[in-house]
């Protein structure tokens, strides 16, 4: 079977056939427990960020060990994702997904009863182990459980909204968990999500054995290099927000990092059973659908931190408003998503429809940036962030179909974690790189001026601004990207999907 879903097919491809599919009859109950595994994972990224300050009072820790309680989870999560996705694809999907799910309920259980900081990163470093495991399962079961052509772009798209609009929801029921009952049940809902997904998940799947022949070795070298290589990346760029870029834990890290990736790059292309094989991620379309994954992670930080910081601390809204007013955002984004994967992909291909939506996504962010003291929600806010959710959901999820289409079901797994990995790792360095503009802007502003409450909240202005202005940049730069990686044409959604052989 040819790599690319679009190269000239010079052997014949095989025809996904729903009588080889032994979870066709019942995929969209199937989708809705990878739906709830899914967004489980992507708002525990934001969850615990409206219940830092109640945790923090609680447990009695100290600001800076406030924010390893979102970076522990961060951590775990972005450097294991290859080698959670090829775990799949070892020892089957279901298995994988189970264990990551019944994981991930357990570990959430211990940091909701947590009586101490440690406990509580603990318990956020394990999530991430969990759903290192979880994500990628769940994106490959994805993959080989919806094969006719149309309903795949309707699953994608479903899954795609999710995976924007989950963390706004994230900040949502952040914000009613904290306000109407407890910090801790940030952490105990994931328990709720976990089992019902977990019960109906074991009833649903069925387990199929991976054949002998089928089934990949672990690439121990190359698991060892990436997940150094990735947890020293992600550990840099976090020391980013409590150091500067002349700190050695940072730049030593990043360097050390960057090291170790070209280390496991280098025998990805020489070893006989790579972690990542390079056939997945040299294939220009999948190139360019991570690349735009990897860029729209990046951008979308702005939209979740800065914005959250405008609404609560200068239009003084609560937390449950500050979810709620994300939610039109979530709604344009549901609606774009579904309608790029279903009816346009299929018929344009992913070229025109990633970057389009990128560079209604940097329109929405320009306008973004032109908010001030002044502002009003509705005058503001509401109709740039609805531009938003249209341009990503219009790329997010034609990016991530494609990302996997034409995937060997044995590199599944690996090709899911891969997308996984490039969004992680691209709000990481979003985190670090806006953080740092918008605090350099913020200093600029107020040097060599007398300070007044006035001024300073000019400068906080001045700094959100800042960060939408370069995240519309990076949008900007990702549709390029994306335009000259991507092939034009509807892409062949034939056999793209193949029959599971787990």
Same mark, same amino acid.
């Given at each position: ?26 995929? +969209? ?440 202005? +370069? ?32």
């Amino acid at each position: 079977m040819p790599d690319s879903p679009t190269a000239t097919v010079e052997a014949p491809r095989v025809v996904a056939d729903h009588g080889d599919n032994p979870h066709h009859a019942r995929r +969209w109950l199937i989708l809705v427990m990878i739906g709830l595994a899914q967004l489980m994972v992507v708002l525990d990224a934001t969850i615990v960020n409206i219940a830092l300050p109640s945790a923090q009072a609680d447990l009695g820790f100290s600001n800076d060990a406030r924010q390893w309680v979102v970076t522990a989870y961060a951590l775990a999560f972005g450097s294991l994702l290859l080698l959670g996705g090829r775990i799949g694809d070892i020892f089957g999907r279901k298995p994988a997904f189970l264990v990551g799910l019944g994981g991930f309920a357990v570990v959430s259980a211990i940091g909701g009863a947590a009586t101490s900081i440690e406990m509580l990163l603990a318990a956020r470093a394990a999530q991430g182990v969990f759903g290192a495991l979880l994500a990628p399962a769940a994106l490959s079961l994805l993959t080989t459980t919806f094969t006719d052509p149309k309903e795949r772009g309707r699953a994608f798209g479903i899954f795609g909204a999710i995976a924007g609009g989950g963390a706004a929801i994230g900040l949502l029921l952040g914000g009613v968990l904290t306000e109407y009952l407890d910090w801790r049940w940030c952490m105990y809902v994931n328990i709720v999500f976990a089992v019902i997904a977990l019960a109906g998940s074991y009833v649903l799947l069925r387990h199929e054995p991976v054949a002998a022949s089928d089934r990949p070795k672990l690439d121990v070298p190359g698991t060892l290099t990436s997940t150094a290589g990735l947890f020293a990346v992600v550990y840099g760029f976090a020391n980013k927000e409590s150091h500067d870029w002349s700190s050695a834990s940072v730049w030593g890290f990043l360097l050390a990092g960057v090291v170790l990736l070209v280390v496991f790059v280098r025998i990805q292309t020489t070893t006989s059973h790579p972690l990542l094989p390079m056939r997945i991620v040299l294939d220009r379309d999948r190139a360019g659908a991570y690349a735009s994954v990897f860029l729209l992670g990046i951008g979308m930080f702005a939209i979740f931190l800065f914005l959250t910081f405008y609404l609560q601390q200068n239009l003084r809204f609560t937390p449950i408003e500050s979810g709620l007013a994300f939610m039109p955002m979530v709604a344009t984004l549901m609606i774009s998503a579904t309608s790029a994967t279903a009816l346009l992909l299929p018929r344009f291909g992913a070229r025109p429809l990633v970057p389009l939506g990128m560079v209604i996504g940097a329109v929405g962010l320009f306008w973004l940036s032109q908010i001030s003291l002044t502002s009003t929600y509705s005058g503001g806010v509401l109709l740039p962030l609805m531009v938003l959710g249209v341009g990503i959901g219009l790329s997010m999820a034609p990016a991530m179909s494609v990302a996997t289409l034409g995937v060997e079901a044995h590199d599944a797994g690996v090709a899911s974690a891969t997308v996984n990995t490039m969004q992680q790792i691209g709000g990481s360095i979003g985190t670090a790189l806006l953080s740092t503009l918008a605090a350099d802007a913020a200093v600029s502003f107020v040097d060599g001026r007398q300070p007044t409450p006035q001024l300073l909240a000019d400068a906080a202005i001045h700094s959100y601004s800042t960060a939408f202005t +370069w995240a519309a940049g990076v949008f900007l730069v990702g549709a390029l990207i994306s335009g000259l990686l991507l092939r034009s044409g509807a892409p062949n959604m034939e056999g793209a999907a193949p029959a599971v052989h787990m």
